[in-house]
């Protein structure tokens, strides 16, 4: 399908990189990783025709129809719908012709277009834009709005919806999702499952890639490699590929600590269980993951913050929203110390207005707010990073919070994330969106939030950022909420979720996989996950009861066995994999001459940690099922 053949690219006198070889065939799901500014997007450029390479060749299929979404903000006063379907361009040409046709009084030429109307199944393309729309956010009295009633954002979900329609045998996506919010990003997902042509993903959201990738391209220091499997699976190889550098240990011990104390904190509260289990997974995984990072620029963690009064806020019967529109109502909550909550629900449905109302952006319709007067308040929200001083350099905005600080002082701070040499001097208004991001992160960290609410605070980000900011926020010790379509960092982060839908805010009583699944559900038959329904056994009698609980036993009976068999397994491989770190923990091994018995024993690690997550993930699955039942 697509072949790159001894490729290099320069971008000025920059190599972004060189003699590269790579074969991409038809069908294949390509994610493409890398730091910012190592070539991902250049990359689409050559394939785009819109660079070309200094050496080497890219060949592509003859008549090849390639999709992409456009970057420009249109502003036409076009229906949103009608600027959807102009992404099918073949549709758009054949109407234009029939026109003409018609005025020419061309019958023959008539019959002949319809005829290939139909054969692109052009009579139903109303019908797929609108559910394309509505699967990205867009309400049905939406879809007849011109494209200049929406903002920014939403014009980019039109363009998105224009590659979506397109009939492409290549689809180039560029950080997709990064305008979406979770519940899209989950229907993006399912429709990549039915997407028969080739797909080319840039993104900095692993769970995404997990999901929808087969492949990984990855870029890194001039070089193109091809990696099978998924995000998760191309980690872990290339963890394998980093094992032998004895550098990586103390980082790598300083990461598990990490989630080691989340463990020990949450493991035992029964409410915290589903939460806790879920990072120890992670933590099985973390002993070859994070060798994937250890050349990540990126390390910083969160002050402790002066004060932490309990409870912090506290929301008593609120209703909030915009002039007469309501969108929250009667909303009871409070905040303490040590919360760590991930906000979920539909597009629209207020979860951003309920971050807005805590960090005191939108007055409150009725109700009240009691918060202490030691609250300390770091909100991070995307329009911040339009509020940042574009004439101003990182060092003077840091020398604005404090003017005691020292250069030297500025300069190792803002050094954890990545601004380095004369970079800091330089004003802000040219810097990357990525950039911007971190700098607002590192202005609020720097002031020691006691509550910190974030809205979308990975969109921008990179893997490697991202992957620092989880390791930093599951040290902090304030209260924290959280918006995010970043279901890796909501996983590692947060303990418990509230759940926004139609005007209410309650506890959900699960994890995100449990969300997805609310989501699929009609809508008719969405309801929260806390609102247990009466139990029908409370109308039998007493008899009738134990007779119910006897057939019940005796059907669980095959799955309780089946448990059993899991849980010896996974002891069996436990055992194996503590075997396994005895050796690699000794100096013996890492002996010259036991290079091929190293080698063996990471390959072996590798397959013990895989099969340990997959009879966990059955363990799971069948303990859910035995409590539902």
């Known amino acids: 399908m697509l072949n790159f053949s001894n490729v290099s690219l320069r971008r000025g006198i920059r190599l972004l990189f060189e003699k590269a070889n790579v074969t991409i065939h038809k069908g294949n799901k390509v994610g493409i990783v890398g730091a910012n500014g190592c070539g991902k997007s250049s990359l689409f450029a050559l394939l785009l025709n819109k660079l070309q390479t200094d050496e080497g060749e890219v060949s592509l299929p003859p008549d090849i129809t390639i999709a992409h979404v456009a970057q420009e903000m249109p502003a036409v006063d076009r229906s949103a719908i009608e600027y959807v379907i102009d992404g099918d361009a073949e549709l758009r040409s054949i109407q234009n012709q029939l026109q003409q046709a018609e005025a020419e009084n061309n019958g023959s030429l008539q019959a002949d277009l319809h005829h290939r109307l139909d054969h692109i199944d052009a009579y139903t393309v109303k019908a797929r834009a609108g559910k394309l729309m509505q699967g990205l956010g867009f309400k049905n009295e939406q879809l007849e709005l011109p494209v200049n009633s929406f903002s920014g954002g939403w014009r980019m979900r039109l363009n998105l919806a224009q590659a979506l329609i397109c009939r492409s045998d290549l689809l180039l996506l560029d950080e997709p999702t990064n305008h979406l919010d979770l519940d899209a990003v989950i229907w993006l997902e399912t429709w990549f499952q039915s997407y028969q042509g080739t797909l080319l993903l840039i993104s900095h959201d692993r769970d995404f890639l997990d999901k929808v990738v087969g492949h990984i391209i990855f870029i890194e220091h001039q070089t193109l490699e091809l990696y099978t499997g998924n995000y998760n699976q191309f980690e872990k190889l290339r963890a394998e590929q980093l094992a032998q550098q004895q550098s990586l240990y103390e980082k790598q011990q300083r990461e598990i600590a990490h989630i080691e104390g989340f463990v020990r904190r ?364």
């Open 266 to 629: 949450f493991k035992a509260k029964a409410s915290k269980a589903k939460q806790a289990q879920s990072r120890v997974k992670t933590l099985e995984r973390m002993e070859l993951i994070s060798q994937a990072h250890v050349d990540s620029p990126f390390y910083f963690h969160f002050f402790k913050p002066d004060k932490l009064p309990h409870p912090l806020m506290q929301l008593e019967q609120i209703d909030a929203g915009y002039e007469n529109n309501k969108i929250l109502e009667f909303v009871n909550l409070s905040i303490s110390p040590g919360d760590r909550i991930g906000v979920l629900g539909h597009n629209g449905a207020g979860k951003s207005t309920l971050i807005k109302v805590l960090a005191g952006e939108v007055a409150l319709q009725s109700g009240n707010i009691e918060a202490s007067s030691e609250v300390n308040i770091g909100y991070f929200a995307q329009h911040q990073l339009e509020q940042l001083d574009k004439h101003a350099s990182p060092m003077l905005h840091m020398q604005r919070i404090n003017k005691r600080l020292t250069e030297q002082e500025i300069r190792n701070y803002l050094g954890g994330y990545n601004f380095h040499g004369d970079r800091v001097k330089e004003p802000v208004g040219p810097f990357s969106g990525g950039e911007k991001a971190r700098l607002v992160l590192a202005l609020i960290i720097f002031q020691k939030p006691n509550l910190l609410l974030l809205d979308e605070p990975t969109n921008h980000l990179d893997l490697e950022m991202r992957h620092a900011l989880s390791l930093a926020l599951q040290d902090y010790e304030g209260a924290m909420l959280v918006v995010s379509h970043d279901r890796h960092l909501l996983r590692v982060v947060t303990d418990q979720f509230l759940l926004v839908d139609n005007g209410t805010v309650a506890l959900f009583n699960g994890d995100l996989d449990d969300y997805r699944q609310w989501l699929l559900r009609p809508k008719d038959n969405q309801e929260n996950n806390n609102i247990q329904p009466d139990s029908e056994e409370n109308n039998l009698s007493k008899k009738e009861q134990r007779r119910l609980q006897a057939e019940k036993r005796r059907q669980l009976q095959p799955l309780q066995q089946e448990l059993k068999k899991l849980e010896k397994k996974i002891e069996e491989l436990s055992s194996k994999k503590g075997e396994i770190e005895a050796i690699l923990a000794g100096c013996e091994i890492y002996e010259g001459e036991n290079k091929e018995k190293l080698q063996a024993l990471i390959k072996e690690q590798s397959q013990v940690l895989d099969k340990l997550v997959e009879l966990e993930e059955q363990w799971l699955v069948m303990s859910e099922q035995m409590e539902s039942e």
